[in-house]
């Protein structure tokens, strides 16, 4: 049986951590940044765990990582 392919643009946007959880970055902090508060912004760089409803379609999709 071939390997499992991992799906690429999930792989790239997520990691795993120590304890095996699922890590991703916020969103909205591409573009349209004057309007939000320098506060907002700050929370938005921190990097957060996946939700566990969300995180079995992840593993299926990450079978490597």
């Known amino acids: 049986m071939p390997k499992m392919k991992s ?3 999930a792989a790239k946007r997520f990691k795993v951590s120590g304890t095996g959880k699922l890590i ?3 969103a909205y902090k591409s573009h ?3 309007k939000k ?3 907002r912004k700050r ?3 921190q990097s957060i ?3 566990m409803t ?3 379609n992840m593993k299926k999709i ?3 990582i």
């Open 7 to 9: 799906n690429k643009s």
């Open 24 to 26: 991703r970055n916020k």
């Open 32 to 34: 349209i940044l004057t």
């Open 37 to 39: 508060s320098t506060k």
């Open 43 to 45: 929370g938005l760089r």
């Open 49 to 51: 765990v996946t939700d």
């Open 54 to 56: 969300n995180e079995k």
């Open 62 to 64: 990450l079978p490597y």
